[in-house]
């Protein structure tokens, strides 16, 4: 009995199909499409975490106010430093402005002064030539006789040369005293000296050409003899 149940065991065991075991073709295969469905799974994972939006992290206030006042500083540097700017353009202007308006006044007073010495100069040359006219008058009445005042020509030729002389004064032209007078080689021109008991030494003792000022210049010395 024992040896036909052992017979059955072993008839048994050996209609048993046996266990295939995967050929590494399979494992292979089956390895591939493992892959391809992790790499089709990852794609619709990227997918959808490209269609969410991230959100950004809102900034906090503390971080706000300070990009504020950074903001706030930076431009207020600028606008100091273009009014820093500006305000030295302005005062460079003012000082080139200043500097022209005194160098035109300058110019205009030196102008104004070039054209009256020129006029002077001017009213100088017409005057040093009417001075020998005047000379030649008083030559003249010196030789009239005390009969002859009284003719008509004379008293005439009187009114002619006063005319002239209060023309002459008008304009500014008065003469020097000379006679008696302490001599001023500014003012007299020595041609001679004398000895005289009426002046001390150094006086002028005669005036032999009368001499006439313009305003503050000469404009013709006296021509004297002084007291030696």
């Known amino acids: 009995m024992e040896e036909d149940r052992i017979m059955d065991v072993q008839e048994e065991n050996l209609t048993e199909p046996a266990e295939e075991k995967p050929d ?4 292979e295969v089956s390895a591939e499409n493992e892959e391809a469905e ?7 994972e990227a997918e959808e ?4 939006e991230p959100q950004p992290e809102e900034p906090s206030e503390e971080t706000e106010g300070g990009t504020e006042e950074e903001k706030k500083g930076f431009f207020s540097r ?4 273009e009014k820093a700017a ?10 080139r402005v200043m500097r022209q308006m005194a160098e035109f006044d300058n110019f205009r007073k030196r102008t104004d002064k070039e054209k009256d010495q020129m006029f002077s100069m001017g009213e100088k040359n017409v005057l040093e030539k009417l001075l020998p006219i ?20 004379v008293q005439g030729m009187r009114k002619i040369y006063a005319q002239l002389v ?40 005669q005036e032999l050409l009368k001499g006439y000022m313009f305003h503050d210049t000469v404009l013709r010395h006296s021509m004297v003899s002084v007291v030696s």
């Open 38 to 44: 992790t790499a089709e799974a990852e794609p619709a």
């Open 166 to 205: 209060k023309q002459m004064e008008d304009i500014g032209v008065t003469p020097i005293d000379a006679a008696g007078k302490e001599f001023d080689p500014n003012l007299h021109n020595a041609v001679m000296q004398v000895e005289s008991e009426e002046y001390p030494s150094g006086t002028v003792a």
């Open 24 to 27: 590494s073709e399979d494992i």
């Open 86 to 95: 500006l305000k030295q353009r302005v005062g460079e202007l003012e000082d």
């Open 134 to 153: 005047i000379d030649n008058f008083e030559r003249g009445f010196d030789s009239v006789q005390p009969e002859d005042e009284e003719d008509a020509f």
């Open 49 to 52: 975490a490209d269609g969410e």
């Open 78 to 81: 600028k606008k100091d430093k």
